[in-house]
Antibody
Framework: EVQLLESGGALAQPGGSLRLSCTTS????????MNWVRQAPGKGLEWVSG????????YTAGSVKGRFTISRDNSKNTLYLQMNGLRAEDTAVYYC??????????????WGQGTLVTVSS | SYVLTQPPSVSVAPGQTATVTCGGN??????VHWYQQRPGQAPMLVVY???VRPSGIPDRFSGSNSGDTATLTVTRVEAGDEADYYC???????????FGGGTKLTVL
């Protein structure tokens, strides 16, 4: 069974930093593209970033480009999101989501339960 | 950037058919994927590649895509289908995932 467990969400100051983690099990982590998707309170889904299985290719939404960095450690089956220069509008639940293959159509067949990031002074 | 437009809400009586639309410029040329998000829960994939249901999704859920509109249809609607539904595509021009704004399905 695929399991995705996010952690690292917290209250952060504007301009501050946080690192989110997503620990995984139940599948061969290194062969799948992984992603972060966020949802602001009461709002819709917003894709944040994706990274290929090898880590060699990344994609990032314009709203966070230059501030957020996605990475992965295939030896630990773990996905990360380094968030710098946090803003109030980054307040959201952050979900880890798995793409069904490293190639083919881009969608998400498994999701974690999410971790809450709150940016406020 | 590419935009997907969904109606904010759809209401239907139990046992009836709900239709959720997702509009986008020539969206019929893209693969559209649909997610269900019940209150307080993570999203769940209910249709991918326009019309394919993942294992475990009831055949009451179906999808279609043509022209400028993709559609998620839920037949014989049940109380448990009450949720937010999101469509999603991959935008090749910006190498990014695009979600629609979401549609709240209310079962009367």
């Amino acid at each position: 069974e695929v399991q995705l467990l996010e952690s690292g969400g917290a209250l952060a100051q504007p301009g501050g930093s946080l690192r989110l983690s997503c620990t995984t099990s139940g599948f061969t982590f290194s062969t799948y593209t992984m992603n972060w998707v966020r949802q602001a309170p009461g709002k819709g889904l917003e894709w944040v970033s994706g990274i290929s299985g090898s880590g060699g290719t990344t994609y990032t939404a314009g709203s966070v480009k230059g501030r957020f960095t996605i990475s992965r450690d295939n030896s630990k089956n773990t996905l990360y999101l380094q968030m710098n220069g946090l803003r109030a509008e980054d307040t959201a639940v952050y979900y880890c989501a798995k793409k069904p293959s490293n190639t083919g159509e881009y969608y998400f067949d498994s999701w974690g339960q999410g971790t809450l990031v709150t940016v406020s002074s | 950037s590419y935009v997907l437009t969904q109606p904010p809400s759809v209401s239907v009586a139990p046992g009836q058919t709900a239709t959720v639309t997702c509009g986008g410029n020539n969206v019929g040329r893209k693969s559209v994927h649909w997610y269900q998000q019940r209150p307080g829960q993570a999203p769940m994939l209910v249709v991918y590649d326009d019309s394919v249901r993942p294992s475990g999704i009831p055949d009451r859920f179906s999808g279609s895509n043509s022209g400028d509109t993709a559609t998620l249809t839920v037949t014989r609607v049940e109380a448990g289908d009450e949720a937010d539904y999101y469509c999603q595509v991959w935008d090749t021009s910006t190498n990014s995932v695009v979600f629609g704004g979401g549609t709240k399905l209310t079962v009367l």
